[in-house]
């Protein structure tokens, strides 16, 4: 039987569910930027619990990475997109190391099948070493995650 041929938009999509319940558990699904108003500690799916990027997330380079990521709630989020120079400022004093990193130069660079394979790859691991639960992935790829940990193990 032929190989199914690899397609890089359903998998960027598969990628980001991974990489953003890592980011909201590793941060205990509570908001990382909080501003005055700030929601606070959220339910793991829920819509106001979002997974914000610092740098776009054009970049595959950046676009998984924990670094380039804080979980967020609704408002802090749309303060952070409304006010980057002020988010930027924050960031940089926040997460001096992760600011430094985000903004070193990088040699632009397209992206294989191998890349994206290993990028989930490393997503799995970190969501096995968060202990991510399987119920806080939404539920139209939780059968998929629960396989991919298994498989991870296997
Ligand atoms: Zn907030």
């Given at each position: ?6 397609k ?7 990628l ?6 890592c ?6 699904f ?5 501003r005055e108003g700030?929601a606070g500690?959220?339910m793991p ?6 997974w ?7 970049s595959?380079?950046y ?5 380039n990521?804080?979980?967020?709630c609704?408002?802090c ?20 190391g992760?600011?430094l ?7 632009p660079?397209?992206?294989?099948e ?7 790859r490393r ?18 790829y939780?059968?998929?995650f ?9």
């Open positions: 039987m032929a190989k199914r041929k690899f890089a938009k359903p998998f960027k999509n598969w980001d569910i991974l990489a953003k319940v980011v909201k558990t590793d941060a205990n509570t908001c990382e930027i909080r700030c500690r959220m799916l829920d819509k106001n619990c979002q914000c990027h610092i740098k776009s997330r054009s595959n380079t676009r998984w990475l924990r670094t990521a804080l979980c967020g609704g408002h989020h749309q303060w952070a997109h409304a006010n980057p120079d002020a988010f930027g400022a924050w960031f940089a004093e926040e997460h001096l992760d600011y990193f985000l903004n070193f130069p990088m040699h660079y397209t992206w294989r191998d890349d994206f394979k290993k990028e989930e997503l799995l691991l970190y969501a096995a070493e968060l202990n991510v639960d399987p119920l806080n992935v939404p539920v139209s939780r059968t998929r629960m396989r991919a940990m298994e498989a991870l193990k296997g």
